[in-house]
């Protein structure tokens, strides 16, 4: 019994190791890309993208060594590539969350519509004419 677990966990150790490389690479890829955006202001709403172009090699790398991981423990092609697309989508979900958060807390907040324009002003009486100003002054 115990060989058994010993050959599974040297088994599964294995295994892990084939995904941490490609997990590594891709977290310093994401830091750097991190601070060049920050440098650049990329807009959040843009920083997925400029993630996904920038690291594409190691989200490339990453995306096959759990796929191969997947079909390693039986399951089908499909099945491990759309399992490997989720998990992807999933490393690349906290990146661009807290870029969005660190880039929010970076740009000085944009006034609402309503604040950037002035209240109206409540209307003021026009300037009387002089004829008016005589008229309405008693005469003495």
């Known amino acids: 019994m115990i060989p058994l677990v010993a050959a599974s966990v040297v088994y599964l150790a294995a295994f892990q190791a084939t995904i941490d490389a490609p997990r590594q690479a891709f977290w310093a890829c994401a830091k750097v890309q991190k601070s060049k955006a920050m440098d650049e202001k990329v807009a959040g709403d843009s920083y997925e993208a400029y993630l996904r172009k ?3 090699s190691e989200l490339g790398s990453l995306q096959a060594a759990i796929a191969a991981v997947d079909i ?3 399951m089908t092609r499909k099945a ?3 399992d490997a697309a989720s998990s992807i989508n999933d490393y690349v979900s906290d990146p661009v969350d807290n870029y969005k958060t660190d880039f929010a807390a ?3 907040p944009k006034p609402a519509a309503a ?3 002035p209240a109206a002003t409540p209307a003021q009486p026009a300037p009387a004419t002089k004829a008016a100003a005589a008229s309405s ?3 003495i």
Do not use: L
């Open 54 to 56: 920038a690291c594409s």
């Open 137 to 139: 002054q008693p005469h």
């Open 106 to 108: 970076m740009s000085p």
């Open 72 to 74: 390693k423990n039986g």
């Open 80 to 82: 491990a590539d759309s």
């Open 115 to 117: 604040q950037a324009q």
